[in-house]
């Protein structure tokens, strides 16, 4: 069983059907998921997942990013986590990764830094979003654009973070994780 | 939030509003009228309709016209949401965009220029599972253009409906046409839908058509009660 943790900035917001809900549509046919909304997340409940995903948000929405102390969870989790734009930044924030500005709207060329079960070579990626981060302590840099990081691996644990919107293109990405 | 919803009169934007409506506060619709019929980013049969379809649902609609050349109509759409945002204080704008990533980036672009919001609540839905949902929620809707083969002048003026939609289906499956007309093979013309408090009757229309391009234009129509 798959979590996908919705980042909006409310429960059943309007922004659900467009970074949830097409997550969840990639994920769904290869194994069973459940949606949890970030507010409504007990960490002693994780243990009945196999893989947790952290949905994006519209581009205005900085809610997870103020409340980094609701995810403390994933320091102690062992799971395989995936975080999708506000997710990847909300994850950096809880490993005390600073943020940096960098906005990125539409189709950007992603160049892969090391190898990866996720994706391999240059692709096109859509992005959205207003940060990345700068070097990383517990992270390694695994794929880039032009302007900043675009995806990133903890150095020892199994967390991903992209920045790019794999659900909207580049669905193989969010299927290669789910097989993982 | 208050919101203004970019409308075309087509489903995909009206129901778009629907979803919009039942989540935040809509404030207003916002159309650009194009000038030009092969419009990149705005659906144009029958765009004149929105002011009566906006008189059904109570809203007050923004218009602005623009020309339609390429980058040019971006800039009239940013004017629109502006003159939304100033006059009706809206904090975000909903599009219909299912598939579109030159649309939405557009789009979303300009939203960040004006710090508002950009709903698309229809992202990256199945394109039968919307159609499906319209009949389901009794959306009468018209197709008002077909613009790629195999579709021609008979299916102007039909009604979605399951049929509609099986055939559509068929025609996906053997030409890769985009059966909601994502990839502008069909636009569509909303006659009526839940939140309309009065249902559009057409008195008059023409059928222009070529090949495999046409349009069904509504030349007269009122507002009748449902």
Same mark, same amino acid.
């Given at each position: 069983m798959i979590l996908v943790v919705d980042m909006n900035w409310k429960r059943d917001s309007l922004a659900f059907n467009e970074f949830v809900l097409p997550i969840v549509s990639v994920v769904q046919p290869l194994e069973e998921c459940k949606v949890k909304h970030f507010l409504d997340l $007990?960490?002693? &409940? !994780?243990? &009945?997942?196999?893989k947790i995903v952290l949905s994006g948000t519209a581009l205005k929405d900085h809610a997870t990013l103020k409340q980094? $102390?609701?995810?403390?969870w994933v320091k102690m989790c062992d799971k395989h986590i995936l975080g999708i734009c506000a997710g990847m930044q909300t994850i950096s924030l809880v490993f005390d990764e600073p943020l940096m500005n960098c906005l990125q709207i539409g189709m950007t060329e992603i160049t892969t830094l090391k190898d990866n079960p996720l994706f391999q070579g240059d692709f096109e990626a859509y992005a959205l979003h207003n940060y990345s981060v700068g070097p990383c302590q517990n992270f390694e840099a695994i794929a880039k654009s032009s302007k900043c990081i675009q995806a990133i691996k903890h150095k020892q644990k199994d967390i991903y973070g992209v920045l790019f919107h794999p659900e909207a293109r580049n669905q193989e990405i969010l299927k290669r994780f789910t097989e993982l | 939030m208050r919101l203004g919803v970019l409308f075309s009169g087509g489903k995909d934007s009206t129901l778009a509003l629907h979803l919009a409506k039942e989540k935040e506060g809509v404030a207003c619709l916002i159309t650009v009228v194009s000038k030009n019929k092969e419009s990149y980013m705005f659906h144009t049969p029958n765009i004149d309709v929105t002011a009566l379809q906006a008189e059904a649902l109570g809203l007050p609609l923004v218009s602005v016209v623009t020309e339609g050349r390429k980058e040019e109509e971006l800039a009239d759409l940013e004017r629109a949401i502006a003159e939304a945002k100033s006059k009706f204080q809206i904090d975000g704008i909903v599009t219909g965009a299912v598939e579109s990533v030159y649309q939405a980036s557009r789009v979303q672009r300009i939203c960040n220029r004006l710090d508002v919001w950009c709903f698309?609540? !229809?992202?990256?839905?199945?394109q039968k599972a919307l159609l499906e949902t319209l009949v389901d929620r009794q959306f009468k809707v018209i197709i008002s253009g077909v613009f790629a083969y195999p579709l021609d002048e008979k299916w102007l003026g039909k009604q979605i409906g399951p049929q509609v939609i099986a055939r559509l289906v068929e025609l996906q499956s053997k030409f890769g046409i985009s059966p909601s007309g994502e990839g502008g093979e069909i636009e569509t013309t909303v006659l009526d839908a839940p939140m309309f408090k009065q249902k559009i009757e057409i008195l008059d229309y023409a059928v222009e058509a070529k090949g495999n391009c046409g349009v069904f234009i509504i030349k007269q129509a009122r507002l009748v009660t449902k």
């Open positions: $007990d960490p002693a &409940g !994780l243990n &009945g997942y196999s980094v $102390d609701k995810f403390n | 698309n609540p !229809l992202w990256k839905h199945d």
